[in-house]
Structures are given as structure tokens and as C-alpha cells.
């Protein structure tokens, strides 16, 4: 999935980057209200971090600009303010959770994914594919009773077929949710990754759809 951070504060941007690429997630950083509006907007996100105190545009009217625009990307609002007040500001412009700093990691990651599953409609961390099992909670992968290690991109890579299983899923796409904004190596990497997948998944568990992309298999 693809994430954008609209934070000012450099090193807890660039801290939640490393983290949240490390769980799999594409990010890209933004220290600007109105960049971040401008990147928001321009559509391709899954979900928006975004912070309140902005130079060039505060976070409420980020998000109420968003909104008033027609985007439901989800947003979820971080901010040293604190207090009842602030967050019914928050949620009143728009966004779908609040989390006050300093606020734990493994929280931020929680609500992250839990925003996520309700986005694709789903209350379940769980993905079932014919017998193959994603936790994306827990980040593990199962097929029947045996369970198959995967890397975090490996793991985000079948993520994205996953949540689409039965449908051809694009290169672009996929690079565009699992590798960031920045990221200008070979697309082909993509076709190394699926690859190492049907390693471990099976040969016939990923099924190339010429010119077009990759379908994940009920098996």
C-alpha cells in the first residue's frame, strides 16, 4: 500500500518512512501543507499521515480541502495538540482517526492497518485466496497448515494481488503501491519478485496475462 506523510518535523518524518517501508508500505514524505495537499490530491494514495502544525497550510484545512474536493483517501491526523476540542476539529474536517504525539509505533501501525481494512471493506486482517491465508496484521502467509516466509516486499508485492485476487494487476500498479514516489530502478524488478513468489507459492499460483499484468490464482 501507499503511503504519504505530510509532516514538518524532518526526523520523525524520515523515523516513520524507515519504519512503515520496513512493514512493507511505499512512502513518500512531504515537510509542506500545500505540497502535501497538491500530492494528496494528485490521487495514488492509499492513506495520508498528516500532521496539523504545517508551514503553508495547516492540517485541518488540508484535509477539509481534500474532502471538499471529493477525495476519501484515509487520513490519519498527528499532531502534539491534544485535548477533545482539537480532535473533534480533526474529525470534523474530515479525517478518520486522530493519534496524539508521542504516541507509540506499534499503535501507529495498528491504526494504519485498521484503516486500510475498513477502506477495502473488510474488518478482517485476514485475505483468503483458495487455501492460501494472509494476515496482514501479523505479516504472515499461510497455504493449508504450512506457513511460507516471506520478505516484506515479497509479503506487500502478493498483498497487492491479493486484495485483487482474480483480477490482472498492472506493473505500474503494483511499483506504484510497493515502491515509492522516488523509486527510478528497473520496473522489471517487479517481474524478479513474482518470480521469487511462485517459488515458494507454486509455479501455477501468480498467472501472467501478457501486456497486462499478474492474477493471483484461487487454488
Known amino acids: 500500500m501507499r503511503l504519504l506523510i505530510v509532516e514538518d518535523e524532518k526526523r520523525l518524518a524520515v523515523s516513520l518512512a524507515k519504519g512503515l517501508t520496513a512493514e512493507g508500505f511505499a512512502v513518500d514524505v512531504v515537510h509542506d501543507g500545500l505540497e502535501g495537499l497538491h500530492r494528496a490530491a494528485e490521487g495514488g494514495y492509499d492513506l495520508v499521515l498528516l500532521d496539523i502544525m504545517l ?4 492540517g485541518y484545512r488540508v484535509c477539509a480541502a481534500l474532502r471538499a474536493a471529493g477525495h476519501d483517501v484515509p487520513i490519519l491526523m498527528l499532531t502534539a495538540k491534544d485535548g477533545e476540542y482539537d480532535e473533534a476539529e480533526g474529525l470534523d474536517t474530515g479525517a478518520d482517526d486522530y ?6 509505533y506499534v499503535v501507529l501501525v495498528a491504526r494504519v492497518r485498521a484503516l486500510l481494512r475498513r477502506r477495502g471493506g473488510s474488518a478482517s486482517p ?8 494472509l494476515d496482514t496484521a501479523a505479516r504472515r502467509v499461510h497455504r493449508g497448515e504450512d506457513e511460507i516466509t516471506l520478505t516484506a516486499k515479497e509479503f506487500a508485492v502478493l498483498e497487492q494481488l491479493a486484495v485483487r485476487a482474480g483480477e ?9 503501491h510497493v515502491w515509492d514516489f522516488a523509486y527510478d530502478g528497473d520496473p522489471n524488478i517487479v517481474e ?3 518470480s521469487t513468489l ?6 501455477a499460483a501468480i498467472h501472467t496475462v501478457r501486456g497486462a499484468g499478474y492474477r493471483l490464482e484461487a487454488r
Not at 508551514?55 to 495547516?58: E, K, S, T
Not at 485476514?126 to 491465508?133: F, H
Not at 494487476?169 to 503494483?174: P, R
Open 55 to 58: 508551514p503553508g497550510m495547516n
Open 198 to 203: 511462485r517459488r515458494k507459492l507454486g509455479a
Open 126 to 133: 485476514v485475505l483468503t485466496v483458495g487455501t492460501l491465508r
Open 168 to 176: 490482472v494487476v498492472s506493473k505500474a500498479d503494483i511499483l506504484e
Open 192 to 194: 524478479v519478485y513474482v
Open 99 to 104: 493519534l496524539t504525539k508521542p504516541f507509540s
